[in-house]
């Protein structure tokens, strides 16, 4: 099999994963009981009704984010079916735009690991909206390329849902620190990189290849 071909089934196969096992993690949530899982270490502030608000309307919506945004590098799919493409993208502008974007903003004023925390998850919010709205503005006057480059930065910013969680398991794993202090890590670490590769790729090869996702 080609080499191309090998890594972009591993990587839809890894992102799959990885999108399903976070939709498994916020299942819970849709119980609506403010003592499961993230919610046990965040007693100290569940009763702010902005703050619950924000928090149930992050978790739910950014799920269609994720998956919204899986379908919008490829290629095939937008010579194909253009109309699932422009569809997929309206969905995943609307809820980053209105809902998980501004929600995670709010998140961040309150996140665990003190001031670098809120700093880090402040920064990561403020850029995802930005991304994205700069990615829906250059679609509508058909700059289809910088579209396209503000997009991708929009998803690996997104994908941080999933690279924080990773982050979070090598770290415990390998070190086993104070959990405030792993939260000051991977508040960093879980967009940081993302959005360095988003860089590197498309300063790099988006001249000279098409996405990966062809």
Known sequence: MHLKSTFKILLILTLGFFTVLMINITLPYFAFDDKVAFLKIKQWIIHNEIWKGAFYT?????????????????????????????????????????????????????????????????????????????????AVRGDFSTHRKFMIRSYALTLSALTLRAWKLVIVLAFRPQPMDVYMLVAWLGWVPNLLIAEWYIRNRFKHFKLIFK
């Open 58 to 138: 992050h978790v739910i919506t950014s799920c269609f984010c994720l998956i919204a945004g899986f379908t919008q590098f490829s290629d095939k799919l937008l010579r194909s079916r253009p109309k699932i493409h422009r569809t997929m993208g309206w969905l995943y502008v609307i809820v980053v735009l209105l809902f998980s974007g501004p929600s995670g903003l709010i998140m961040s004023v309150y996140a665990n690991g003190g001031i670098p925390s809120q700093i880090a998850f402040t920064t990561l919010s403020i850029l995802w909206i930005f991304f994205t709205y700069k990615g829906f503005k250059t």
